[in-house]
């Protein structure tokens, strides 16, 4: 069913907005640090126009599922929870927005750590600015996306996914300061692509690890007196530290000054350094599975095969971890051959991987 057969007329205005998949920097932006993502080919597309009955009311293309809400309702669960906080955002920042009809299609996959909730958010506002010509600019979209997704979904994120879903695209790898919000983008390296593969080992520590991973954090800078711990650049400052918070300061301070390296091999697009931009992922990982302990044994499993996989220079977890997705750095034009050669081997170990970039299913 399309807009018009749901709402009875057509569409007056439409947006989309990427998935991302982070390269390196992870667990840093809540730490004020540095990140490094990419926009995947997957998307959401809102599709919008006037509600003439008083009410907002959401469509799901994918779950084939309306909700209507009343302004007075509490928050809705589920796909609606994140469009109704957006609108809801847009209030408190003063805009007056009428009722609304929102038709919602992605191909982003939920539940694997690559931001499919950002894409649907970053989207949905962008429908909303373009419907109602709302000044609002690219970075605030983020902004306010986050604050949704904070107040109305409940998860205590930074901003990276937010950012990268309305800054970044696919041919670019976006690096973002999350203390400054100064960004810019760097051509993807002309001799890589990537691959990402779902593990199939669902995020369910997810939101209370992770929660715990940043009350540590803070803990741990205030301790050592800064504001975050991307105010610590030398290892040595966090040797007296107790444990874990020792490890997790360390996992943050290593993996920003990874960042600031693969900066620049990004700026000097020197292709031997392809090795080097590897050897960080892998150093991520190694990172996140002992000192920040976000792993699980199926992403170890997965990195450890792609790794030894030739013609991929580095691998490691994406996004939060616990479960979720993988991803590796891998030679131009070799992906799909990569992906496919080790989610057979994985999944022939009793998992159900799938390959999710380079996209089979579009
Ligand atoms: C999730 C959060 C991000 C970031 C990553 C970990 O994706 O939404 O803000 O903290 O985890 O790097």
Redesign the pocket.
């Known amino acids: 069913m399309n807009f018009q057969q749901i709402f009875g007329n057509p569409p007056e205005a439409e947006a989309s907005a990427p998935g991302r998949v ?1 390269l390196l ?6 730490n004020d640090g540095f ?1 490094l993502p990419i926009a995947i080919p997957q998307k959401t597309t809102v599709q919008i126009g006037f509600s003439n009955d008083g009410q907002h009311h959401f469509y799901s293309q994918n779950l084939d599922d309306q909700v209507s809400i009343l302004e007075i309702n509490h928050t809705p669960s589920g796909f609606a929870s994140y469009i109704f906080g957006c609108i809801q955002v847009l209030k408190k920042e003063g805009y007056e927005i009428p009722s609304l009809n929102l038709y919602v299609k992605s191909s982003v996959p939920i539940g694997s ?1 690559l ?1 499919s909730s ?1 894409a649907l958010e970053v989207a949905t506002l962008r429908a909303i600015r373009q419907l109602l010509n709302l000044p609002i600019n690219d970075v605030e979209i983020a902004q306010f996306a ?1 604050q949704a ?1 904070i107040h109305y979904a409940g ?1 205590q ?5 937010q950012m990268a879903a309305s800054l970044a695209d696919t041919e670019h790898i976006l690096f973002l300061d999350t203390r400054t919000l100064s960004s810019r983008v760097l051509p993807f390296p002309a001799g890589a692509e990537i691959v990402v593969i779902d593990s199939g080992v669902p995020r369910t520590l997810a939101s209370s690890g ?1 929660n715990q991973r940043r009350a540590e954090c803070e803990q741990a800078a205030q301790l050592l007196g800064v504001k975050a711990l991307r105010d610590i650049t030398k290892l040595e400052a966090t040797e007296d530290l107790p444990e874990p918070l020792r490890r997790r300061a360390r996992h943050v301070v290593t993996e920003n000054n990874r960042v600031l390296e693969v900066l620049q091999i990004l700026e000097t697009r020197h292709v031997a350094s392809l090795q080097r931009f590897g050897g960080l992922m892998n150093a991520s990982h190694a990172s996140l599975r002992d000192d920040y302990e976000v792993s699980v044994p199926a992403l170890d499993t997965l990195v450890e095969m792609l790794q030894k996989t030739p013609g991929v220079f580095g691998a490691r977890l994406t ?3 616990f479960g979720g997705a993988c991803v590796a750095l891998v030679a131009k034009s070799e992906g799909r051959a990569i992906a496919t050669k080790v989610l057979e081997q994985y999944n022939h170990n009793g998992y159900t991987g799938r390959v999710l970039v380079p996209p089979t299913d579009f």
Do not use: K, L, P, R
């Not at 920097?25 to 809540?30: A, L, P, R, W």
């Not at 994120?157 to 996914?161: L, R, T, V, W, Y």
């Open positions: 982070n920097g992870e667990h840093t932006d809540y990140v750590g931001s950002a986050q997704e998860v994120c930074g901003i990276m996914d992770y996004g939060a971890g």
